[in-house]
């Protein structure tokens, strides 16, 4: 199985600041990887597929970016609504793996 | 407007099967995978399995073959998953997701069956 590593496991940040989560792979899945975001309660959301791609209707200020077995995901200027746990999935094969998550508190 | 609705939440004793359902609407259901993902409590995401529903395709995970079925009827746009005897550590969300194959991310998700299994 492709394992999915995700840092870190809980990141505190304020509205407008800068927030990079990173996801590595344990081997190359070169762009076959998506971004969720959670919210309690909540089904997780689809943010960027492909690495790079953003989800219709998904606001600007989230991007991704990687390939290989490194992969970014940024939010440019941290808002309340961002406030959640967020999974990177690999779907390289149909064996598909999650990140552990990284919860994004406030500070 | 594509939708997977989930039933219920359901309270099981240790032993005991359990069938739960997905009902896809607003798009092909023979054309989409249907995959299931678990959540215990607190923690993350664990894929479990897909099936494709024009052919019932099936693929399991490795870490939940032998420990679930996935199945799907198309004439009902309905997918299931089923236990045969459920454990206290199968207490979890479980949730349904679309995908359309190949190499595509998941695209819909239910709003999620909540399984407690207690004695």
Redesign the interface.
């Known amino acids: 199985?492709i394992q999915m590593t995700q840092s870190p496991s809980t990141l505190s940040a304020s509205v407008g600041d800068r927030v990079t989560i990173t996801c590595r792979a344990s081997q190359s899945i070169s762009s076959?990887l998506?971004w969720?975001q959670q919210k309690p309660g909540k089904?997780?959301?689809?943010l960027i597929?492909?690495a790079s791609s953003l989800?219709s209707g998904v606001p600007s200020r989230f991007s991704g970016s990687g390939s290989g077995t490194e992969f970014t995901l940024t939010i440019s200027s941290l808002q309340p609504d961002d406030f959640a746990t967020y999974?990177c999935?690999q779907?390289?094969s149909?064996?598909?793996?999650?990140?552990?998550?990284t919860k994004v508190e406030i500070k | 407007e594509v939708q997977l609705v989930q039933s219920g939440a359901e309270v099981k004793k240790p032993g005991e099967s359990l069938k739960i359902s997905c009902k896809g609407s607003g798009y092909s259901f023979t054309s989409y995978w249907i995959g299931w993902v678990r959540q215990m409590p607190g923690k993350g995401l664990e894929w479990m399995g897909i099936i494709y529903p024009g052919d019932s395709d099936t693929r399991y995970s490795p870490s939940f073959q032998g420990q679930v079925t996935i199945s799907a009827d198309k004439s009902i746009s309905t997918a299931y998953l089923q236990w045969s005897s459920l454990k206290a550590s199968d207490t979890a969300m479980y949730y349904c997701v679309r995908n359309a194959g190949g190499n595509s991310p998941i695209d819909y998700w239910g709003q999620g069956t909540l399984v407690t299994v207690s004695s």
């Open positions: 199985d076959w998506a969720y089904a997780p959301k689809l597929y492909k989800e999974y999935q779907y390289n149909y064996l598909w793996t999650f990140g552990q998550g």
